[in-house]
Nanobody, 123 residues
Framework: QAQVAESGGGLVQAGGSLRLSCAASGLTFSRHHMAWFRQAPGKEREFVARIRWTDDYTYYSDSVKGRFTISRDNAKNTVYLQLNSLKPEDTAVYYC????????????????WGQGTQVTVSS
């Protein structure tokens, strides 16, 4: 059974950094587009970043562009999200997702989801 599982969340002060990891199993990781979404309390799930399996092309939401970096290691079946210059508004549960078809920001097009990892940024 295919699974993805996030780790690396925590509490950090504004301006700090975190690195999230997402380990995949039971799927052909090297042929899945991988993405990160986040959801803050009372808000809808929001697209953060995506990396394409075909050429590692990355795409970011405007709110995180220049501060966050998505990367993948196919040998470890793992995707990462480096979060720099964190702001209190980045506080959310961060989810990893995998898609077998070409997709971008629509969460409905992702096949597999993790349970999420909490990121809290204090001011």
């Amino acid at each position: 059974q295919a699974q993805v599982a996030e780790s690396g969340g925590g509490l950090v002060q504004a301006g700090g950094s975190l690195r999230l990891s997402c380990a995949a199993s039971g799927l052909t990781f090297s042929r899945h587009h991988m993405a990160w979404f986040r959801q803050a309390p009372g808000k809808e799930r929001e697209f953060v970043a995506r990396i394409r399996w075909t050429d590692d092309y990355t795409y970011y939401s405007d709110s995180v562009k220049g501060r966050f970096t998505i990367s993948r290691d196919n040998a470890k079946n793992t995707v990462y999200l480096q979060l720099n210059s964190l702001k209190p508004e980045d506080t959310a549960v961060y989810y990893c997702a995998a898609a077998s078809i070409a997709t971008m920001t629509d969460p409905r097009q992702y096949d597999y989801w993790g349970q999420g990892t909490q990121v809290t940024v204090s001011s």
